[in-house]
């Protein structure tokens, strides 16, 4: 049903744009399609609460519920790809924020959200409201943690946001992250018992310095002084999946360098997203190790989507690149820091990918299928899905008492 719904709202969309260049013969194409582009992302957005059966397996796991807010802690057992054993604070307490106001870094009071991430047992961490949360320094998450912020509006924006550093079993889900800033130079506590003093950040949205078992769903991320979402330091073990991402230059980073060679066990998937507008590159750039990069949408972006250094093995599946406008910048790769003769020996698939309005990705590599086989992490669907796939990407609005 959802899938009817969506291809008849596009059926729409589709003849009121050939309507419109009937009719106005002095229009500008591309322009036309720009327009109808936009439309598109627009109504996709209003279909997100059509769920069920999507083809979307996170999503057909839990959305169709009306009682998720009474089953909060099954959604761990839904997540896919790298990170799907990540389970969080499944097998732990229901933990409340209550206090959006008062961020201590050294001494957090009970009732605010740094005060539920630093503890040292297993918790699920809900939100009793709609709230903004601007942090005085990084939120230093310790293991078995989850945030999920299904049921409230919430925004961690306007100062540092989440490290996930040397810690395990972390889920992010439904949360505004955007604007985040560098902190720094301060003692922050990342224990009951224990706090450090930090240099300066780099101003991540949400940074995963040797984390493994890390499941980021559903959020909304922008506009943050460095990454969206970085990972680095032998982290692996991730799934960064169902996120809206806009309005960022380097969206995302995966390998801390290329001469980090404990990065060569890095394990990521990357599924269905939606990169949309104001997005320039980086989604992602992969260093070391073995990336799934699996029916996503790429609506925008200016230099290049998918790009690489030290021999990363990338298998693209099912996604749907639209490129720019822009003549120069239509090749959805970019090998980087490298010549022809170093990277055409990089494992780089592309398979069932849609490229539209001239994208074109540059595979490389001698298609090795013991590479590959660690590169997948599970089916892609075809890529005429994409669009039902991930209509719902980002933070959901989901009400107590309904599917979400």
Known sequence: MAF?????????????????????????????????HKSINTTRRKLGFLSCGSGNPIDDCWRCDPNWEKNRQRLADCAIGFGKHAIGG???KIYVVTDSQNDDPVTP???????????????WIIFERDMVITLKEELIMNSFKTIDG??????????????????????????????????????????PGHYGWRTISDGDGISIFGGSHVWIDHCSLAN??????????????????????????????LGHSDTFLQDKNMQVTIAFNHFGEGLVQR???????????????????????????????????????????DRFNKEVTKHEEAGEDEWK????????DLLLNGAFFTKSGAAASSSYAKASSLGARPSSLVNSITAAAGALLCKKGSRC
């Open 109 to 123: 009071k009970p009732g605010t959200l740094r005060h539920a991430v630093i503890q040292e047992e297993p918790l």
């Open 4 to 36: 009817q719904h969506i291809f008849l709202t596009f059926s729409f969309l589709l003849l009121q744009a050939l309507s419109f260049i009937s009719s106005s013969p002095v229009q500008n194409p591309e322009l036309v399609a720009e327009q109808v």
């Open 345 to 352: 020996n990089w494992n780089w698939r592309s398979e069932g």
């Open 224 to 253: 943050c002084n460095d990454g969206l979402i970085d990972a680095i330091h032998g982290s692996t073990a991730i799934t960064i999946s169902n996120n809206y991402m806009t309005h960022h230059n380097k969206v995302m980073l």
């Open 283 to 325: 989604m992602p750039r992969c260093r070391h190790g073995y990336f799934h990069v699996v029916n996503n949408d790429y609506s925008h972006w200016e230099m290049y989507a998918i790009g690489g250094s030290a021999n990363p093995t990338i298998n693209s599946q099912g996604n749907r690149f639209l490129a720019p406008n």
């Open 90 to 92: 499944r097998d732990g």
């Open 150 to 191: 299904r049921g409230a509006s919430v925004h961690i924006a306007e100062g540092p946001c989440i490290t996930i550093q040397y810690v395990t079993n972390v889920i992010i889900h439904g949360i505004n992250i955007h604007d985040c800033k560098s902190g720094g130079n301060a003692y922050v506590r990342d224990s």
